[in-house]
């Protein structure tokens, strides 16, 4: 399958910290993309990141990528309990995207 | 305007029932697609559509028939669903189809199948 890993599946933290979650992949992509859903909700697009980067920054956000370990990572930093949401990355490939299970994240106030 | 937006939000349907999705957006976008989400899982594209033209058909029952009326509109009509086709239906766009850019995702429709 081309969709690879998402972990952790689930990830509880207090307000004010740092998490983060990591996407594997393993087939070559054109970039990488995360997104959030709320409960029930639509997605919502964070960043891109293209197979020629490595980092990418986007206000508390901070997206890695590692072409040669076929990874990504996604920091989020001073969490807020609105982060609460499913975190999605989408490994994207020619036309279509290969969207991973998603990590659970739970901030609690 | 920056947005995707579905009708209705909430969608009860037998399965002698026909309906339809709605789904719209006003940002100049070329290209639309259906996904389809059941619980704890992530979406999965069903069709997609580029400059009105459908492109991509990912293998979709017959029982969903998708529609492009125009550049702003994509529908997807329901007939003769099961029950296993409950789900969160999320239509989304992109300036060209392909994996260029983001996508804009509407907030999506909640269909139960009775």
């Known amino acids: 399958s081309q969709q690879g890993e998402e972990d952790p599946q689930a990830l509880s933290i207090q307000e004010g910290e740092n998490a983060t979650m990591n996407c594997s992949y393993k087939t070559s992509i054109n970039n990488l993309q995360w997104y959030r859903q709320n409960s029930g909700r639509g997605l919502v697009h964070l960043i891109l990141?293209?197979?020629?980067?490595r980092e990418k920054h986007s206000g508390r956000l901070r997206v890695t990528l590692d072409t040669s370990k076929k990874s990504s990572s996604l920091l989020i930093t001073a969490s807020r309990a609105a982060d609460t949401a499913s975190y999605f990355c989408?490994?994207?490939?020619?036309?279509?995207?290969?969207f991973g299970s998603g990590t659970k994240l739970n901030v609690k106030p | 305007d920056t947005e995707v937006t579905q009708t209705p939000k909430h969608l009860v349907m037998g399965m002698t029932n026909k309906k339809s999705l709605k789904c719209e957006q006003h940002m100049g976008h070329r290209a639309m697609y259906w996904y389809k989400q059941k619980a704890k899982k992530p979406p999965e594209l069903m069709f997609v559509y580029s400059y009105e033209k459908l492109s991509i058909n990912e293998s979709v029952p017959s029982r969903f028939s998708p529609e492009c009326p125009n550049s702003s509109l994509l529908n997807l009509h329901l007939h003769a669903l099961q029950p296993e086709d409950s789900a969160l239906y999320l239509c989304?766009?992109?300036?060209?189809?392909?994996?260029?850019?983001?996508?804009?995702f509407g907030s999506g429709t909640r269909l139960t199948v009775v």
């Open positions: 989304a766009s992109s300036p060209g189809q392909g994996t260029l850019w983001g996508y804009t």
């Open positions: 989408a490994r994207a490939n020619f036309n279509k995207f290969y």
């Open positions: 990141i293209r197979s020629n980067e």
